[in-house]
Nanobody
Framework: QAHLWNSGGGSVQVGGSLRLSCEAN?????????MAWFRHSQQREREAVAY????????TYTDSVRGRFTISRDSAKNIIYLQMNNLKPEDTATYSC??????????????????WGQGTQVTVSA
């Protein structure tokens, strides 16, 4: 059974940093799958934040986080990371990773993904 476990969330002040982790179990190989981070809150619908392509180090980001967030993978540990710097109050959300299973849809479309992590809360205060 596929499983993704998210961790690393917390409460920080504006300008602070956090690193989120997405640990995959053996049935998901984070190197061979496109993996993304999404976020959602009561104020906003689920939003794609960052994506890393399978078998490549190529990454892409939504405009609001580009230059501040970095998605990466450790293939040996089978973990995806999201390094978040210069955090802003609008980054407050629950962050979840997901495995892309449909290539016919844009990476920002959550329908393209299966096997979601349980989410980790990030709170940024002024």
């Amino acid at each position: 059974q596929a499983h993704l476990w998210n961790s690393g969330g917390g409460s920080v002040q504006v300008g602070g940093s956090l690193r989120l982790s997405c640990e995959a179990n053996g049935s998901i190989n984070v190197l061979k799958n496109g993996m993304a981070w999404f976020r959602h809150s009561q104020q906003r619908e689920r939003e794609a934040v960052a994506y890393i392509f399978p078998n490549l180090d190529t990454t892409t980001y939504t405009d609001s986080v580009r230059g501040r967030f970095t998605i990466s993978r450790d293939s040996a540990k089978n973990i995806i990371y999201l390094q978040m710097n210069n955090l802003k109050p609008e980054d407050t959300a629950t962050y979840s990773c997901a495995r892309r299973t449909r290539q016919d849809l844009n990476w920002v479309n959550d329908v393209a993904y299966a096997d979601w992590g349980q989410g980790t809360q990030v709170t940024v205060s002024a």
